[in-house]
């Protein structure tokens, strides 16, 4: 099963800037969607915040964190990144890196640790 490993969260002024990373143990990274989500200790499921998909030729993020943040892939490095700029209060959460694959109409996935981001002055 594929291991990930995040890095990169911490403690940032609003406005400020963050880089999360995700990087996997497999050789098959790059057959993989990979996927941040964020959860906040009041709420009981995980945000989906940005998605991409295995070639990193296309995007998809939650409306809250368009403009804002942007996520990337390396397959040669086998690390997806999170690129979160303008951060705001509403941002502080853990932070997951998710990575999903579907063959044959069965899905393998795959989470992170997590990585705490917190937004404060």
């Known amino acids: 099963q594929l291991q990930l490993v995040e890095s990169g969260g911490g403690v940032v002024q609003p406005g400020g800037s963050l880089r999360l990373s995700c990087t996997a143990s497999s050789f098959t990274f790059s057959d993989y969607i990979m996927r941040w989500y964020r959860q906040t200790p009041g709420r009981k499921e995980r945000e989906l915040v940005a998605t991409i998909i295995r070639s990193g030729g296309s995007t998809t993020y939650a409306d809250s964190v368009k403009g804002r943040f942007t996520i990337s892939r390396n397959n040669a490095e086998k690390t997806v990144y999170l690129q979160m700029n303008n951060l705001r209060f509403e941002d502080t959460a853990v932070y997951y890196c998710?990575?999903?694959?579907?063959?044959?109409?069965?899905?393998?996935?795959?989470w992170g640790q997590g990585t705490q981001v917190t937004v404060s002055t």
């Open positions: 998710n990575a999903l694959r579907t063959v044959f109409g069965s899905n393998t996935m795959s």
